[in-house]
């Protein structure tokens, strides 16, 4: 079964909605333990308490953050949504939970990659860019004893 904590803030203040997933998640008949709901609250001045006993229940479990779902498009066939998540998330996998919550099947139409730590779109270069640079520049031959050389 899967782990999942749903981290909140303030629920004074109203700014987070961790708790209200977390309730949500249970209510709707999930398999998973779930930590962090209205009833049990967890903040973030918790969290590492909660990982460390999470990793002690759970050893075998693995540590995803979702940090944020960004819902852009609701259509009844179809969701577009942004995902802000620690490196080892399977966004496939996310996309099969949303439609098992969802009381439909899931699946992805397209993923797109905006960034990957440091890396983002509007620092790389386009695949045109990279031809037009390995035309300026002279590379040096294959050696004769290089693997597969054709």
Request: charged residues 25%; hydrophobic residues 40%.
């Amino acid at each position: 079964k899967p782990v999942i904590i749903c981290v909140g803030t303030d629920l004074s203040i109203g700014d987070s909605l961790g708790p209200i997933v977390g309730t949500m998640l249970k209510d709707c008949g999930l398999n998973a333990f779930i930590y962090g709901k209205l009833s049990e609250t967890i903040t973030a001045k918790e969290i590492r308490a909660v990982k460390n006993f999470v990793e002690k229940c759970h050893p075998y479990s693995k540590t995803l953050v979702i940090d944020e779902i960004e819902l852009f498009e609701f259509a009844p066939t179809q969701i577009v949504i942004r995902v802000v998540c620690s490196k080892g998330t399977y966004i496939r996998a996310l996309a099969r939970d949303i439609g098992l919550a969802l009381e439909s099947g899931g699946h992805l139409t397209a993923l797109r990659r905006t960034r990957v730590g440091d890396a983002t779109i509007e620092k790389c270069q386009s695949v045109d860019d990279v031809i037009s640079f390995l035309d300026t520049v002279e590379l040096p031959p294959v050696p004769d004893d290089y693997p597969n050389k054709k």
